[in-house]
């Protein structure tokens, strides 16, 4: 698929689960149950061990499912390229970094990039970003969102940090485009809980009244 393609199909499935664990054998788990959950955006940060791998394996397991996988934590132009390379449909940043945006321009494939100020924002998007992560959102708040929304209404935001069960309808009224969840899915004692916290998310989505 082109970056346009897999851009557009991020912005209609709206949630992006992120991996992040120490505990690399527990990452096959975490990803079959955030699919079972209905999850079909899923990226597996730099930080966890063996992501370049379990990119390569969970793209092949579940390309029939039509499920993407990235790569996030995405934080220079060498992870880029290596995660690209391993096979990542998509990155995802919590920096600005328009190197970044250069490797991925030339793989094309598109990238949420991390933005908190105006000035980061419009350098995101003039050099590429397909999607803005509001990163950290929930330190930032609902009122930071508003104020940076007004201004740069054409920007498809996904808010990432701090957005839970109890808060997301508030940010979707907002107007954020998505959402990036990485404990709010992951984190449960139970081995059943990933899929059962993906379903309730999955239902907020498609339940909501999105403005964009």
């Given at each position: 698929m082109k970056r346009e393609e897999i851009a557009a199909i991020?912005?209609?499935?709206?949630?992006?689960?992120?991996?992040?664990t120490k505990e690399?054998?527990?990452?096959?788990?975490?990803?079959?149950?955030?699919?079972?959950?209905?999850?079909?955006?899923?990226?597996?940060?730099?930080?966890?061990?063996?992501?370049?791998?379990?990119?390569?394996?969970?793209?092949?397991?579940?390309?029939?499912?039509?499920?993407?996988?990235?790569?996030?934590t995405v934080i220079n132009s060498d992870i880029a390229e290596k995660a690209i390379t391993s096979g990542a449909q998509f990155l995802v940043t919590p920096n600005t970094n328009t190197e970044v945006l250069a490797v991925a321009k030339k793989y094309n494939v598109p990238v949420a990039m991390g933005a908190i100020t105006p000035t980061e924002i419009c350098t995101a998007v003039a050099c590429g970003a397909d999607i803005v992560k509001l990163f950290p959102a929930g330190n930032l708040g609902i009122s930071y969102f508003k104020s940076v929304k007004s201004p740069l209404d054409d920007v498809a935001f996904f808010a990432v940090g701090g957005i839970d069960l109890s808060n997301a309808e508030e940010w979707i009224l907002a107007g954020v485009s998505g959402f990036g969840l990485g404990s709010a899915l992951t984190k449960s004692k139970e081995v059943d809980g990933v899929k059962a916290n993906a379903e309730q998310f999955v239902k907020i989505k498609n339940e909501s009244k999105w403005i964009n």
């Open positions: 991020i912005k209609q499935e709206r949630l992006i689960a992120i991996v992040r690399q054998e527990k990452v096959p788990e975490i990803i079959e149950n955030l699919v079972q959950g209905g999850i079909k955006v899923i990226e597996i940060t730099s930080n966890t061990p063996g992501f370049l791998h379990h990119i390569q394996q969970a793209k092949k397991q579940y390309a029939s499912q039509d499920v993407l996988i990235g790569a996030g």
